[in-house]
């Protein structure tokens, strides 16, 4: 009976350490049931589309995660220059450097002063700087027009 104790307290002390090694970024789950608060559920029939004949309709992907912050983009000098994941960082691909997220995450992020937004895949470590959530290509940033203010508040969403 004791020896089953001693494990229990071994086994409690274990789990309050790995809840206290929570990172400073918070990813919230989407619900499987409801949508997105921005998402509207799709309560289109076949008659609503009347030009759609028995084609299956395109699918938005699942968004996972969300997270919101600042965003930055890579300068042109880091162009041709390898990135953490080993391919060489190219200023006209839709890419991102992120510090968590795996390598060939697929990524949504919306520019929330104009509303633009872009995909892109994570293929980097980064930003370094505190406050910074993302760190954009020179292709995704100019696609959400933010070369000019060169750090904007975004929202990124971790599809699936």
């Known amino acids: ?14 789990m309050l350490a790995l809840s206290s090694c929570k990172s400073g970024i918070t990813l919230t789950k989407q619900s499987k049931n409801k949508p997105h608060k921005e998402q509207k559920a799709n ?5 609503d589309t009347p030009n759609k004949k ?4 395109e699918q938005a992907p699942k968004v996972v995660s969300t997270q919101e912050g600042q965003a930055s983009y890579y300068g042109d000098k880091y162009h041709g ?7 060489k960082y190219n200023k006209t ?20 002063k104009n509303q633009k937004t872009v995909t892109v895949r994570i293929n980097d470590r980064g930003p370094f ?32």
């Open 81 to 87: 220059r390898p990135t953490a994941s080993g391919e």
């Open 1 to 14: 009976m004791k020896h089953l104790s001693y494990l229990t307290c071994v086994f409690i002390l274990i």
């Open 93 to 112: 691909q839709l890419t991102a450097a992120h510090p968590k997220l795996a390598f060939g995450t697929t990524v949504r992020v919306t520019n929330l």
């Open 43 to 47: 309560t289109k029939t076949e008659k």
């Open 129 to 160: 700087v505190r406050g910074r959530i993302i760190d954009l290509s020179r292709a995704a940033a100019e696609k959400i027009d933010m070369i000019r203010d060169g750090v904007v508040p975004v929202k990124i969403e971790v599809l699936e």
């Open 54 to 57: 028995n084609k299956p309709e």
